[in-house]
């Protein structure tokens, strides 16, 4: 159900992508058979709120939702975990693919940090320290 909720905030957020039509039906699926349920709502307000990335508790919580319903109709967890196939052997034929948090990258990437200080990277998600002191500014002249 992860990838699914993935998949839905991906296409909320982002829309069409290199695998957008397999992408559309695992959010065709999940929209059509949980309408109006208020984790689905959060999802699109978040997506259209333009986070980089669905928050934890509504992931979770979309996730239960769809776990809950899929337990009680057979026919819908068939249908989306069909979906959610599609789109990762879209992902697979494509040649690149990234899930969650992952990022994918279909050619040449050169990332570079030089001089003291200096930190390079494709993405930091937290605090970053290069153990050098934070340099103090001068202080003006009394007097």
């Keep these: 159900m992860e990838h699914a909720v993935g998949y839905v905030f991906d296409w909320e957020a982002r829309g069409v992508r290199p695998v957008g039509a397999e992408v559309e039906r695992v959010h065709q699926v999940v929209s059509r058979r949980l309408g109006e349920d208020p984790a689905l709502a959060e999802l699109v307000a978040e997506a259209r709120a333009a986070v980089a990335e669905l928050s934890a508790d509504t992931r979770q919580w979309l996730t ?75 202080t003006a002249p009394q007097g």
């Excluded at 034929?93 to 990437?109: E, L, P």
């Excluded at 930190?119 to 998600?125: G, Q, T, Y």
């Design 64 to 138: 239960l939702s769809l776990n809950a319903v899929a337990k009680r109709d057979a026919e819908f967890a068939a249908a989306l975990l069909a979906a959610v196939e599609a789109v990762r052997a879209a992902e697979r034929a494509a040649g690149v693919s990234a899930t969650d948090r992952g990022i994918a990258i279909g050619g040449n990437v050169s990332i570079r940090a030089t001089g003291p200080g200096s930190v390079a990277a494709l993405r930091i998600d937290g605090p970053v320290s290069t153990g050098l002191p934070t340099p103090v500014p001068p």
